[in-house]
């Protein structure tokens, strides 16, 4: 079984500043490594994901996320923020083999980006 | 345009009411999936079906119960021996027999018991 824990539930940082959102997994396994967003009461999208190869992922709306093997997290992050960051976000993992497609999530850390 | 539909957006239930909320997919997607999402809880995973007429209980499907009789549409019921209904309620689905699975997600469906 995996598990996700997001350290922090709310970050508020002032527009343009840089951005660290972190994410620590736990897994026996290989797994695969996702970050999503939820803007208010929609659904979520995708940021990026982490299949394999490079630890550093580049994602939509500017974001990245870096994988760290040993020290098994997956922090999100972002230069410049803008106002229109201002969300929710969910870390999530899932085995990479096999034929268990199902998703664990974090609890999720609200993004608030101030002018 | 391809996605996931999911109605009502609001949906209001008297206590010992049994409702059901819909979800239907046109990306000729393989599984789906439900999810209940709480305050500060994440999203937690009710039910899935990776095919027709099939589904599995996830972590939490206690009080609720669902139907997978066509790919595109999987409802959930929630019933009257779910004790705390409230919540937002999320759809997703993916494709399967790839390596890498993104999982779609509908809008979602706030219920509210009065």
């Known amino acids: 079984a995996q598990s996700v824990t997001q350290l922090d539930s709310q970050v508020p940082v002032f527009e343009e500043a840089p951005v660290e959102l972190r994410c620590n997994y736990s897994s026996s396994v290989s797994v695969y490594l996702f970050w999503y967003v939820q803007y208010p009461n929609q659904g979520l999208q995708l940021l990026l994901k982490?299949?394999?190869?490079?630890?550093l992922v580049k994602g939509i709306n500017g974001f990245e996320a870096e994988f760290n093997k040993s020290q098994t997290s997956f922090h999100l992050r972002k230069p410049s923020v803008h106002i229109s960051d201002t969300a929710e976000y969910f870390c999530a993992v899932r085995t990479s083999g096999g034929s268990n497609y199902k998703l664990t999530f974090g609890k999720g850390t609200l993004l608030t980006v101030n002018p | 345009d391809g996605g996931i539909t999911q109605s009502p957006k609001y949906l209001f239930r008297k206590e010992g009411q049994n409702v059901t909320l819909s979800c239907e997919q046109n990306?000729?997607?393989?599984?789906m999936y439900w999810y209940r999402q709480d305050p500060g809880q994440g999203l937690r995973l009710i039910y899935y079906?990776?095919?027709?007429?099939?589904?599995q209980k996830g972590d939490i499907a206690e009080g609720y119960s669902v139907s997978r009789e066509k790919k595109e549409s999987f409802p959930l019921t929630v019933t009257s021996a779910q004790k705390n209904p409230t919540a937002f309620y999320l759809c997703?689905?993916?494709?399967?027999?790839?390596?890498?699975?993104?999982?779609?997600f509908g809008p979602g469906t706030r219920l509210t018991v009065l």
């Open positions: 079906s990776q095919i027709v007429n099939d589904f």
């Open positions: 990306l000729n997607h393989d599984a």
């Open positions: 997703a689905s993916t494709r399967l027999g790839t390596s890498y699975n993104e999982q779609f």
């Open positions: 982490y299949l394999s190869g490079s630890t």
